[in-house]
């Protein structure tokens, strides 16, 4: 017999260690096969004085295991403390994060009996870098990136996901109608890589219409890839249509390390109160256990897990007493589930694991670099004396020969030339600079423009070169052009 893995385990804050124990004696109950390394994370760590919620030896637990089971935890109030989650995923390389949404009709109230979605969600760029700063007196901004590794490797997981597990169409949601480079990267991505899977059914959704469909009629969709904040949203609206948030279940999946946790929060306000469902957690264990290959745990705990909401025994947060039949707490549900490890469900399908695929790895494929040629520059201006046409005055005697002020946006607007007096302006301003047609460019032509432009007293607060790559510009246009 192979020896028993080992996993990492933390049991949180607020509800996590009653949710924790209750999965920990369901898994233990249907045989799993495990060791533990219990570490110790969020709220009373980030009291230690450890700004990110975890302590340096836990890393060394994760690295060594390399699978963790978490429970909620608690971010304190207040500015100077990071996102646990966040740094986790970011740190370890979990770059897929998985959340499947099912109904339990009748069981569990829904209005979308017939829901079975899978939404997976790049998780580790996007806005959620953090990258942010305050620019001006009345502008702050928070910086988007999206990478082509980050795109390719979470739409092939997304593509894979789906032709192991059977699954009949993927869906992709961005917003590349206005964020056309960084979406439209996401998108294209998508299209590149979906056709190499001809056996499946591809289709693209901008994002506020798919999410409409998805709250409307989410029987529509199998398998959703986006990026990573329309992701967290949208996973959660998934979670919450098919009755219940506190349900859910996710993996979070990297090339060496997988983590896997309930998708809501602590709820202190229930802790201590025995009240608190494991069930999302629970099924983020069975997640765990389909990983580890322990296949045959996994399909009793899945379908105790369906047979004890078929018997009407649920906890308060789903009890309806048109359906239930019994108002349990936390331990009383947990006993339930164990006590019906070898019964099947009766009128859900009952899970079969026998044949599960192994966990699905993504990987991107590097690609020769572009011909890349400097172009111009946008010079970012903290300024509130005057109108556009002032500003644009101001520039145009601070121009040098190599660089002519062509341009200037507000909130990504033009203003001028030819603006609208009615174009409400802060005191944030994009002015793009460009080399006569046909004239190259240079980091030295821009070093002279910023001297030139301090000297006649303007605060530039940034800069971006513009390029073209392999002759496509890789910019933005202002709005209005």
């Not at 070898?342 to 009952?350: A, E, G, I, N, Y």
């Not at 007096?421 to 980091?443: I, N, Q, V, Y």
């Given at each position: 017999m192979a020896p028993k893995p080992i996993i990492t385990v933390a049991h949180g804050n607020g509800i996590g260690p009653e949710i924790m124990k209750a999965t920990l004696r369901i898994l233990e109950a249907a045989g799993a096969r495990f060791d533990i390394e219990t570490i110790e994370i969020g709220e009373s760590v980030y009291q230690r004085g450890f700004t990110s919620g975890i302590e340096p030896s836990a890393w060394d637990s994760l690295r060594r295991t390399k699978v963790f089971l978490k429970a909620p935890i608690t971010t304190p109030q207040g500015g100077g403390f990071k996102s646990l989650n966040v740094t986790i995923r970011k740190t370890l390389g979990l770059y897929a994060n998985v959340r499947p949404s099912v109904s339990y009709h009748p069981f569990v109230a829904t209005k979308h009996p017939r829901m079975d979605v899978v939404i997976i969600r790049e998780n580790e760029e996007d806005l959620y870098a953090g990258i942010e700063h305050r620019e001006t007196d009345q502008v702050v901004q928070c910086l988007k990136l999206i990478t082509r590794p980050g795109c390719e490797k979470i739409v092939r997981y997304a593509f894979e996901y789906a032709r192991r597990n059977n699954r009949k169409k993927v869906t992709c949601f961005t917003k590349d109608n206005i964020m056309k480079l960084t979406d439209g990267l996401?998108?294209?991505?998508?299209?590149?890589?979906?056709?190499?899977?001809?056996?499946?059914?591809?289709?693209?959704?901008?994002?506020?219409?798919?999410?409409?469909?998805?709250?409307?009629?989410?029987?529509?969709?199998?398998?959703?890839?986006?990026?990573?904040?329309?992701?967290?949203?949208?996973?959660?609206?998934?979670?919450?249509?098919?009755?219940?948030?506190?349900?859910?279940?996710?993996?979070?999946?990297?090339?060496?390390?997988?983590?896997?946790?309930?998708?809501?929060?602590?709820?202190?306000?229930?802790?201590?109160?025995?009240?608190?469902?494991?069930?999302?957690?629970?099924?983020?264990?069975?997640?765990?256990?389909?990983?580890?290959?322990?296949?045959?745990?996994?399909?009793?705990?899945?379908?105790?897990?369906?047979?004890?909401?078929?018997?009407?025994?649920?906890?308060?947060?789903?009890?309806?007493?048109?359906?239930?039949?019994?108002?349990?707490?936390?331990?009383?549900?947990?006993?339930?589930?164990?006590?019906?490890?070898?019964?099947?469900?009766?009128?859900?399908?009952?899970?079969?694991?026998?044949?599960?695929?192994?966990?699905?790895?993504?990987?991107?494929?590097?690609?020769?670099?572009?011909?890349?040629?400097?172009?111009?520059?946008?010079?970012?201006?903290?300024?509130?004396?005057?109108?556009?046409?002032?500003?644009?005055?101001?520039?145009?005697?601070?121009t040098n020969q190599s660089l002519a002020l062509s341009m200037i946006?507000?909130?990504?607007?033009?203003?001028?030339?030819?603006?609208?007096?009615?174009?409400?302006?802060?005191?944030?301003?994009?002015?793009?600079?460009?080399?006569?047609?046909?004239?190259?460019?240079?980091?030295?032509?821009?070093?002279?423009l910023l001297h030139k432009v301090q000297s006649v007293g303007l605060d530039f607060i940034k800069m971006e070169n513009l390029y073209t790559f392999d002759g496509e510009p890789g910019f933005s246009l202002g709005q209005g052009q």
């Open positions: 996401f998108h294209k991505v998508f299209d590149e890589i979906g056709a190499e899977y001809p056996e499946l059914q591809k289709e693209h959704w901008i994002v506020d219409i798919g999410a409409a469909r998805l709250a409307d009629t989410p029987e529509i969709f199998d398998v959703i890839v986006m990026p990573n904040l329309y992701g967290d949203i949208l996973s959660d609206v998934a979670a919450q249509l098919t009755g219940s948030v506190g349900l859910a279940g996710s993996a979070n999946i990297g090339e060496h390390i997988a983590m896997f946790e309930a998708i809501h929060g602590s709820a202190p306000d229930l802790a201590g109160k025995g009240i608190a469902n494991p069930s999302g957690l629970l099924l983020a264990a069975v997640m765990m256990l389909v990983h580890l290959g322990q296949t045959d745990a996994a399909e009793r705990i899945h379908n105790a897990f369906l047979r004890t909401l078929e018997d009407g025994i649920h906890t308060p947060d789903i009890y309806k007493p048109e359906v239930s039949s019994q108002k349990v707490d936390n331990a009383q549900f947990t006993e339930a589930i164990i006590q019906r490890l070898d019964l099947l469900p009766q009128r859900f399908q009952p899970v079969s694991y026998d044949h599960a695929p192994a966990t699905p790895i993504a990987t991107w494929k590097p690609r020769p670099p572009a011909d890349k040629q400097m172009v111009g520059v946008d010079v970012f201006l903290d300024w509130a004396k005057g109108s556009p046409d002032d500003l644009a005055c101001t520039l145009r005697s601070a946006t507000n909130r990504g607007v033009k203003v001028w030339p030819g603006g609208m007096p009615e174009t409400f302006c802060t005191d944030h301003w994009r002015c793009r600079f460009l080399p006569a047609e046909g004239a190259k460019t240079s980091h030295d032509d821009v070093i002279q």
